[in-house]
């Protein structure tokens, strides 16, 4: 049975892997994109090396490239930083911030993960803003309590442009273990909720990503949760036949969003 949302992302990040040779598995995901586009967005995030010539290899088709950060200023002395105008330039159209892997290895705060999301903006790139806890606020009871202080001091008062959320439980990330599916629902709710809360009619068109461990054999079952629009893969999003797998579920009826 489709269900109403907003229309589905999946979104690949590669993390700090890929060299030109991994322009292959892009070319596969490009290839096969045209018969998958009709019922989902498909972006790659690839390294920031290898940005540039996958925007130029994707160029005119269903695949949309993205980065994996950026800086809260446009220009400056920020040695090895790089701006969502630099990134724009380079063809992306969105950037992945405050992943778990960058507020742990290199302690952003939310506020930083704010600036940046209004550098995106100012960019006219999508943000794809991360939430989740470690396993120790889980284990404590606090998960709803610390992604909701996430989403609070991480998102700007106003929306002033689109946003993704991705719900990336710190403890699922490369583990191979996952939430069970009433975990991620009440995760999903408290998240639709507190974007209803905050921008009203807007809250209800943001679309929520799950990521952590998402795999082609987990992925029906997560993506048919309510309020999960998509998903935010890593490590399965490095072969296109996996990507593509995840993409996929997308052409069954059951899970195709009412328009």
Not at 94 to 117: F, P, T, W, Y
Not at 136 to 153: H, V
Not at 167 to 175: D, H, L, N, Q
């Amino acid at each position: 049975m489709a269900r109403n949302g907003p229309r589905p992302l999946v979104a690949g990040n590669w993390k700090m892997n890929g060299t030109k040779a991994s322009a292959a598995e892009l070319a596969k995901i490009v290839a096969e994109a045209k018969n998958l586009s009709q019922t989902a967005d498909i972006l790659v995030c690839p390294p920031a090396t290898l940005l540039a010539s996958f925007a130029a290899a994707a160029a005119g088709t269903q695949v949309a490239i993205g980065a994996q950060d950026c800086h809260s200023e446009s220009s400056g002395a920020h040695t090895g930083d790089i701006s969502a105008e630099m990134l724009r330039d380079a063809g992306a159209t969105a950037v992945i911030l405050g992943h778990s892997e960058r507020r742990m290895d290199h302690q952003e705060s939310d506020a930083e993960v704010q600036a940046k999301i209004e550098a995106a903006w100012r960019a006219a790139l999508l943000p794809i803003v991360c939430v989740g806890e470690t396993k120790e606020e889980r284990d404590a009871g606090a998960t709803l309590s610390r992604i909701q202080r996430q989403m609070d001091e991480s998102l700007p008062r106003e929306l002033r442009g689109d946003v993704v959320i991705a719900y990336e439980p710190v403890w699922a990330i490369g583990t191979g273990v996952t939430p069970t599916v009433r975990d991620v629902a009440e995760v999903h709710a408290l998240l639709r909720a507190r974007l209803r809360e905050r921008f009203g009619g807007a809250g209800d068109k943001t679309r929520i990503l799950y990521g952590g461990s998402v795999k082609p054999d987990n992925a029906r079952e997560l993506m048919a949760v309510e309020n999960v629009d998509g998903a935010l893969v890593g490590g399965a999003s490095l072969k296109a036949d996996d990507f593509l797998a995840i993409v996929r579920i997308y052409s069954r009826p059951e899970l195709v969003r009412a328009r």
